[in-house]
């Protein structure tokens, strides 16, 4: 589905209520939710894992993991080819190797068994020559007997330098006869004669000046000039060593490739297997059966729960049973049929990528695709134009759908758009796909052969609808309102309580009156 079929249908709202352990599993949820949906076999084992994790959650090792996740975090992959790899994609490589195998052991320890996670030890074990155990990496002088040696030179020279600085400053101190001088010091330009003085030694050169001051730094000595040119000679040595240790390094992590690769794509599964066990259990979510009927128990429609939630009021969960040919749903309006379409489409596509359902039980199949007739208009068509364009776009696709229709051609006059509504769904019945339809229509809901369902509705008390308030008017609605279904046994024509629901929002006494005389 794209962006606004997704915003349309409150899917980006669940999308948003996911949330990972960082920025590697962000790219790895966006990964996820931008791919095609699964196949079969991939949903059932995935549904299965995240079972598992739901259970080992359930433990109280959520913030374990949480943890643990966190600190994984992305790496140049070219590193595993051959070449002289840089150290920064070195030093991200062992961090992530030094958090996979935290990740590892501990699911080893909760029996989370279902994930492919090679052993790279004997990689780390090469990254960490000096035994540090840390997630952090240096070109250790370890790696080489010549480069421990030069290092060894590169120590000692540096320390002669250090004396023989030392040595020049005394000299300068003694020469100049100020006690006080430092390897860098400021003068301000009125001190011209200290200036003059330090300017015609050997001992200072002015480093930098402005329109206030002159800072001079210590200058070199012959012998300190000397171990400076050994230092840089040194320094190419080492260089050219460094390159021969990384080559070989280079060498020896392309033979472990394959195991990174695998290490990487399960730690990727893991980890969004997480996200989604975490987001079951803090949103009361199941995981579903893939099953030939529907069957959804306490089913909600998660974004709008909250909603409702967040204003203190309560939400009704349904139990929605329906066929997988035809079925029809009247009811009036403001009853929660669009509701119920939206929660079968969330359901529907929810199941292509094995995320956990809100509800306290589901069964249902899977579907190539899921059309729902107000998922966006074409700029330059009709509300009615778009919805013709888009279904007959819908009835071309390959595969089972599952067309979603609510008031189906109702942007149309009433009497064409009651027997094209007829027509469609009757269409649909015979197709191989599963069709549920709100409509106020008569002519569908006495088709012969469809599945009918009625929104029980508003009840007998309208005592709500004496407030003044319109708020509380609405308030009234809802409580008043029943949501649940009830399974037609025989056919009948929609309900008639749009005068009830217009006069409990304050449609005018009179107004009600001329409209009940009508035919």
């Not at 480069?147 to 330098?161: F, I, V, W, Y």
Request: charged fraction near 25%; hydrophobic fraction near 40%.
């Amino acid at each position: 589905m794209n962006k606004l079929q997704n915003r349309l249908l409150g899917l980006d709202k669940i999308y948003e209520l996911i949330t990972v352990p960082g920025d590697f599993f962000e790219a790895v949820k966006r990964q996820k939710l931008g791919s095609q949906s699964l196949k079969l076999n991939e949903i059932t084992a995935a549904y299965s894992r995240r079972q598992t994790f739901m259970a080992d959650l359930a433990c109280d090792t959520r913030s374990r993991w949480q943890v643990l996740l966190a600190h994984i975090t992305d790496f140049n992959f070219s590193v595993c080819k051959k070449g002289n790899p840089a150290i920064h994609d070195l030093f991200e490589l062992k961090s992530f190797i030094y958090h996979y195998s935290e990740i590892k052991s501990f699911a080893e320890t909760r029996d989370i068994s279902s994930y492919d996670l090679p052993d790279l030890q004997e990689l780390f074990r090469l990254l960490d020559p000096e035994g540090g155990k840390i997630p952090s990496f240096r070109l250790s002088p370890l790696y080489s007997t010549a480069l421990r040696d030069m290092d060894k030179t590169r120590a000692e020279l540096s320390r002669k330098l250090q004396h023989g600085r030392r040595a020049f400053l005394d000299e300068a101190r003694n020469e100049l006869g100020i006690s006080n001088l430092k390897e860098e010091f400021v003068l301000a330009r009125a001190q011209s004669e200290l200036i003059h003085k330090i300017q015609n030694s050997i001992y200072f050169k002015l480093s930098r000046e402005n329109m206030s001051n002159l800072t001079f730094s210590l200058a070199d000595s012959s012998e300190t000039n000397r171990i400076k040119q050994e230092l840089a000679t040194l320094a190419k040595k080492i260089e050219a060593e460094e390159e021969r240790v990384l080559e070989y390094l280079g060498a020896r992590i392309a033979a472990h490739c394959d195991d990174i690769k695998r290490a990487v794509t399960s730690v990727k599964e893991l980890g969004w297997d997480f996200a989604l066990a975490e987001f079951a259990l803090r949103y009361d979510c199941c995981i579903p059966k893939i099953a030939k009927r529907i069957s959804l128990k306490q089913v909600r429609n998660l974004p709008l729960e909250l909603i409702v939630q967040e204003h203190k009021r309560s939400y009704q969960k349904l139990d929605l049973d329906f066929s997988t040919g035809a079925n029809l749903i009247t009811g009036p309006n403001m009853g929660g049929k669009t509701g119920i379409l939206k929660c079968m489409a969330q359901c529907a596509v929810l199941a292509r990528f094995a995320i956990p359902l809100p509800a306290k039980q589901a069964s249902l199949p899977l579907y190539d695709f899921v059309y729902y007739n107000h998922a966006g208009e074409a700029e330059d068509l009709s509300s009615f134009g778009s919805e013709l364009v888009a279904f007959c776009a819908a009835l071309k696709q390959a595969g089972r759908g599952l067309f979603l229709l609510d008031e189906f051609a109702k942007g149309t006059n009433p009497r064409e758009g009651e027997a094209l509504a007829a027509a469609v769904i009757t269409h649909l019945s015979k197709s191989k796909h599963t069709t549920i339809a709100a409509t106020h229509f008569t002519a569908p809901a006495l088709l012969k052969g469809i599945r009918q369902y009625q929104i029980k509705g508003i009840d007998a008390n309208t005592d709500h609808a004496k407030s003044e308030d319109l708020h509380e008017r609405l308030r009234g609605l809802t409580e008043a309102m029943d949501y649940s279904l009830i399974h037609l046994r025989s056919n009948r024509k929609p309900p008639m309580d749009a005068l009830r629901i217009a006069a409990i929002l304050g449609m005018p006494k009179e107004i009600l009156e001329l409209a009940e005389t009508k035919d």
